[in-house]
Each structure stands twice: as structure tokens, then as C-alpha cells.
């Protein structure tokens, strides 16, 4: 029977919660550190099961999520900014307006999300976000348009930590790459899509009298909320509160995950986890970190539609050709997903994405070919968006307790909103169509990722030496080491 159906039928779960918690108790007293009784193949089953009932949902709505935040940079090529008389400061707050609600709802989302399970409180998220979109087709003040757009991101904030922090209690630290990756890459998917489905949406300016950009809000906010109605029937709940598995499959799961970092129920969010885990240094450097790379992100997701009609394309055409370079990006974000998990080897990852980004963004600038310039867009996209979740792996894959981990993917994705801002308004309108200090900015804050994930490898193989050759264990977990 489908997971899915077992959870639906209330004799099965209630039969298979005793056999949950009876299991719970051998793991607990007799079975902690012996290894399961199954085979190769019914890991590998298992896995595959795992990965069905986790990721597909998740993925799904940080797609939405994506393509329902970005799809502003294709309605202003398409009529919105003469329509809302918005020019070109205007634009350039109702874009930044989206980050402070962002950055305020992370942690608070993460605190909720522990105490009321993923799968409840992520599709009430998309629901919600779905309604404010599709009230922006129907603007016609630039100030109403902001006030949505600040809705937008108070809503949307809970879901990328959300989707991180329900992944990595599923998966040891050796697994959480690829699973990453695939949720974002699903993202990175809806990216490349949002062009071509604006250039649809867009077709369809002048039916019932509404231009081609109201139809994207309205249509996209439409199918978003349809999406979150049915989605509490697929979001996963965490692991220790799931009735499906197996019990011989349980006492392999808990005990890979208390093996891997020394827990493996859900931990809730609470003042004393935040204090504790807010006080690592080492979460803010990444903070900077992460802020950097969603800030060229954004600016790349906002900006190329405007970038591609500089080089010579009308409105329709700049919006279809800004969705190819995500696709390329698919490529590079499942090489480095498997190698980083494979080799263990995050940061490392990490830098050789930001030198893809860097020379990506140097050949954007003026003075070379329109067709150079767009190769330089393709490789900024695929820097970018291998970058973001080898960032989030690199982070989750380092802290240990999964209340710390709710905690640390709220902050470092709060910080990732402050990189909003920034991306908000790197390319200024007085600057177009070369944009040169904005490339030059980009270039800048990549350079400062290449320079602190270098630091940042410094200190945790100085930590994991000190570690081997005083005997300590990292955090109180016997074998711990920080994945570098």
C-alpha cells in the first residue's frame, strides 16, 4: 500500500504507532548502536522509498516558490512598470520590499514547523503566498503592489528553511547534497520555465482587458494555491513521527542518524536552542557567506530578462531566452551534488562554484560580443545555483542537535535575505544596459565567498585536528568531524 494511504487509514496508523513506539524503545534501550538486520538491497529499497515519500512535495513547492518570486523581473518587461508608472527607483523597492517580511519569518517559521509538522504548516505557507500573488494582477497603485510584494516574502521565508531542515532530519551528512540538490533543482527548473511560461501568460495580453503581466500573477497565484490545497497529502512528516516504516527499517534509520550526529528525533525549537546556536561564530561567517550568494542570485533571477533586452530582444523574447541558462544549471548542480557526497568535500565544492560564477559575471560586462556576454549569463546562472544548495549542505552538515539545525537554516537563510536586498539593487536603472557596476559588484562579493570558505576550511580542519590528537569529541558525539 502507497505511504501515503497508510497514513490516511486510521486502524493501520494506530496499529502501527504502537509498533512505531515499541521500536522506539529498542533503539533506545537495547539497540542503539547495532547495525539492522537488512540487506544491501533492502537499504537500497528502502532509500528509494525514502527519497519518493521526502523529496518530490518539497521540491515541488520550492519550485513554486521560486518561479512565484522571480516572475516580477518578467511582468516589467511585459508592461507592469508603464502600467504602475512604477520607473526606475520604484521597481527597485517593490523588489527589495520582499526581503525584510523574508528575513523576519525565518527562524519563527522553522519554531512553528517543529511543533506542527511539515506537512501541515509548509502547504498552509503556499496557500497563502498563492492568494497575495494572485491579488497583484489586480494593482493599480505601485503601493499596494509593494505592500503584496512584502506579504510575499513574509509568507514565502518559512519555506526554503522549512524544505532544508525537514531534509536533513531524514538523511545522514553524507546523503544531504544530493537531496538537496534535487529539491533545489526542481527550483532551478521552475526558474528556467518562468521565462517561457511568462512568454505564454504574456501572449494572452489583451484578453478580458487585462495586459500580458496580470495574467502571470493571476494564472501563477491560481495554480499555487490549488497546489498547497492538495499538498498535506504528500509533505513528509519527520521521521520519528512517521507510521510507514517498517520496523526493522526504523531501527536501521535511527540508528544511521544517531550514529551520523547524536540524534535522531525532531528536537523542538526553543529560546535556550536558539541562544546556543546563535552564539557560534561560525554560523554568522556563513551567514555572510550565504548572503553574498543569494544577493548575485537574486540580482541574476530579477535582472536577466532586463540584461537579454539590453543585448537586442523585444519583451517576449527576453523573457524565453532568460529561462535557458537554468537548465544548464541543472548539469553542474548534479555533478557537484555527487561529488561533494561522494568525497565529503563541501566547501571545496562551494569554491569552484563561485570561480564558475566569478568568470561568468567578468564576461558579461561591455566590450565583448552580445553572444559572449550571453555564455557569461549561462555560466553566472550555473555558479549561482549549484552554489546555493552546497551552501545549505555545508551548513546543515556541521551542526549536530536537530533543534540547532532548525535554528541554523533559519538564520542562514534569514542572512540569504539580506543578499536580496543587495541583489535588489546592484543593477540600477541609470546604469542599463551595461550595468557595469553592477557586474562589478558581483563580482566583488563573490571573490569575498571564495575568500571566507577558504577561512572557514581553516578553522574546521583545525577544529577536526585538535580533535584527532587530544581524543574530544566534537559537540559530545563520539567520531564527529566537520565535513570540510
Not at 511560461?197 to 495554480?223: K, V, Y
Request: aromatic residues 12%; positive net charge.
Amino acid at each position: 500500500m502507497d505511504p501515503i494511504d497508510v497514513e490516511g487509514n486510521v486502524n493501520i496508523a494506530g496499529k502501527e504507532e504502537v509498533v512505531a513506539t515499541h521500536t522506539e524503545r529498542i533503539v533506545d534501550d537495547e539497540k542503539k548502536h547495532q547495525e539492522p538486520t537488512l540487506t544491501r538491497a533492502e537499504i537500497r529499497r528502502f532509500m528509494w522509498k525514502v527519497d519518493a515519500h521526502v523529496l518530490p512535495m518539497l521540491g515541488l513547492i520550492y519550485a513554486i516558490s521560486i518561479l512565484d518570486r522571480i516572475n516580477i523581473g518578467s511582468a516589467k518587461v511585459l508592461g507592469m512598470q508603464e502600467d504602475l508608472n512604477l520607473g526606475t527607483q520604484r521597481y527597485s523597492i517593490v523588489l527589495m520590499i520582499y526581503f525584510p517580511g523574508y528575513a523576519l519569518s525565518d527562524v519563527p517559521s522553522n519554531w512553528i514547523l517543529t511543533k506542527v509538522e511539515p506537512r501541515w504548516w509548509l502547504p498552509f505557507l503556499t496557500v497563502a503566498w498563492g492568494a497575495v500573488l494572485t491579488g497583484m494582477g489586480f494593482v493599480h497603485n505601485w503601493g499596494i503592489l509593494a505592500f503584496l510584494r512584502l506579504l510575499l516574502g513574509t509568507l514565502e521565508g518559512g519555506i526554503l528553511p522549512g524544505i532544508t531542515f525537514t531534509i536533513a532530519c531524514w538523511y545522514s551528512r553524507h546523503e544531504l547534497h544530493k537531496r538537496i540538490s534535487f529539491a533545489y533543482g526542481i527550483g532551478v527548473v521552475a526558474s528556467g520555465l518562468a521565462g517561457i511560461l511568462s512568454f505564454g501568460l504574456g501572449s494572452m495580453s489583451g484578453l478580458r482587458d487585462m495586459n500580458g503581466w496580470r495574467w502571470i500573477f493571476s494564472i501563477e497565484g491560481g495554480a499555487t494555491m490549488a497546489v498547497g490545497c492538495i499538498a498535506p497529502f504528500f509533505v513528509p512528516k519527520f521521521p520519528d513521527h512517521t507510521k510507514w516504516i517498517k520496523p526493522d527499517e526504523r531501527v536501521y534509520l535511527y540508528n544511521k542518524l544517531e550514529k551520523d550526529r547524536g540524534d535522531y528525533k525532531t528536537g523542538k525549537v526553543g529560546w535556550s536552542s536558539f541562544v546556543h546556536t546563535a552564539k557560534d561564530w561560525t554560523l554568522w561567517a556563513q551567514g555572510t557567506i550565504y548572503c553574498f550568494n543569494v544577493g548575485t542570485a537574486n540580482a541574476v533571477g530579477f535582472f536577466t530578462p532586463t540584461i537579454i533586452k539590453g543585448l537586442g530582444y523585444s519583451g517576449l523574447q527576453a523573457s524565453l531566452r532568460s529561462g535557458y541558462p537554468f537548465f544548464a544549471a541543472l548539469g553542474l548542480l548534479g555533478i557537484t551534488s555527487y561529488l561533494s557526497d561522494k568525497y565529503q568535500k563541501r566547501a571545496i565544492i562551494c569554491i569552484f562554484n563561485s570561480f564558475v560564477m566569478i568568470t561568468g559575471f567578468s564576461i558579461m560586462r561591455e566590450g565583448f560580443s552580445n553572444h559572449v556576454r550571453y555564455f557569461g549569463i549561462f555560466l553566472a546562472t550555473m555558479g549561482v545555483h549549484s552554489n546555493t544548495p552546497a551552501l545549505l549542505a555545508f551548513n546543515q552538515s556541521n551542526i549536530v542537535d536537530s533543534a540547532g539545525r532548525a535554528v541554523s537554516s533559519g538564520i542562514l537563510i534569514a542572512c540569504g535575505a539580506i543578499g536580496g536586498i543587495i541583489g535588489s539593487l546592484i543593477f540600477r536603472g541609470q546604469d542599463a544596459p551595461s550595468y557595469g557596476p553592477g557586474i562589478y559588484t558581483t563580482i566583488g562579493l563573490t571573490a569575498y565567498m571564495v575568500l571566507a570558505l577558504s577561512f572557514m576550511v581553516y578553522i574546521y580542519h583545525s577544529r577536526n585536528k585538535k580533535a584527532d590528537r587530544d581524543g574530544t569529541h566534537i559537540a559530545g558525539v563520539p567520531g564527529f568531524r566537520y565535513a570540510l
